[in-house]
């Protein structure tokens, strides 16, 4: 989504706080989005198809460390690296490299990688901290996206048994 700025006469502004008092929106900006969604599917702009796009990637994620919620998977891995300026160890299931190992982030990353080809957990933190999904199959690449986003929408342990079957 994009911020934009209309100017609009007071009464709109009224009758939209009228409308938000009467629980009918939650804020002038859905009611806003959605006269323009209206519009733009009354005109044949916009499709059901596109809609449906619309509403997948308008769900919120959040943060399974701390609570913070964004709107875009990639706002959210950016935000859970955060958490782990070094990664030390798997944050999936505590495994750690051996005090030895020259770049234990890599080696974080690389247990990550082989595990997410047997675990739906694994595969969704390798999402967070890979470099690039272009080096996968394409159907595990689905899988690591897929668990992402079911870790991030708190609906991880519901989706875990469909993508074991991937």
């Given at each position: 989504m994009r911020t934009i700025a209309v100017i609009m006469p007071e009464l709109y502004l009224r009758l939209l706080d009228r409308l938000v008092r009467a629980g009918i929106y939650?804020?002038?900006?859905?009611?806003?989005?959605?006269?323009?969604?209206?519009?733009?599917?009354?005109?044949?702009?916009?499709?059901?198809?596109?809609?449906?796009?619309?509403?997948?990637?308008?769900?919120?994620?959040?943060?399974?460390?701390?609570g913070y919620k964004t709107h875009s998977l990639s706002g959210l891995k950016r935000h859970i690296k955060r958490h782990f300026p070094r990664l030390e160890e798997c944050?999936?299931?505590?495994?750690?490299?051996?005090?030895?190992?020259?770049?234990?982030?890599?080696?974080?990353?690389?247990?990550?990688?082989?595990?997410?080809?047997?675990?739906?957990l694994h595969a969704a933190w390798y999402y967070v901290f890979c470099y690039s999904l272009s080096k996968l199959k394409p159907e595990m690449r689905e899988k690591v996206r897929m668990a992402f986003r079911a870790l991030a929408t708190g609906r991880l342990s519901t989706i875990m048994m469909e993508l074991e079957a991937i």
């Amino acid at each position: 989504m994009r911020t934009i700025a209309v100017i609009m006469p007071e009464l709109y502004l009224r009758l939209l706080d009228r409308l938000v008092r009467a629980g009918i929106y939650s804020s002038r900006c859905e009611a806003i989005r959605a006269a323009v969604r209206d519009l733009l599917t009354k005109h044949g702009l916009l499709s059901v198809k596109e809609l449906m796009v619309e509403h997948e990637m308008s769900d919120e994620f959040m943060c399974p460390l701390c609570g913070y919620k964004t709107h875009s998977l990639s706002g959210l891995k950016r935000h859970i690296k955060r958490h782990f300026p070094r990664l030390e160890e798997c944050p999936a299931c505590g495994w750690r490299p051996g005090y030895h190992h020259p770049n234990v982030t890599n080696a974080v990353v690389i247990h990550l990688a082989r595990m997410a080809k047997n675990d739906t957990l694994h595969a969704a933190w390798y999402y967070v901290f890979c470099y690039s999904l272009s080096k996968l199959k394409p159907e595990m690449r689905e899988k690591v996206r897929m668990a992402f986003r079911a870790l991030a929408t708190g609906r991880l342990s519901t989706i875990m048994m469909e993508l074991e079957a991937i």
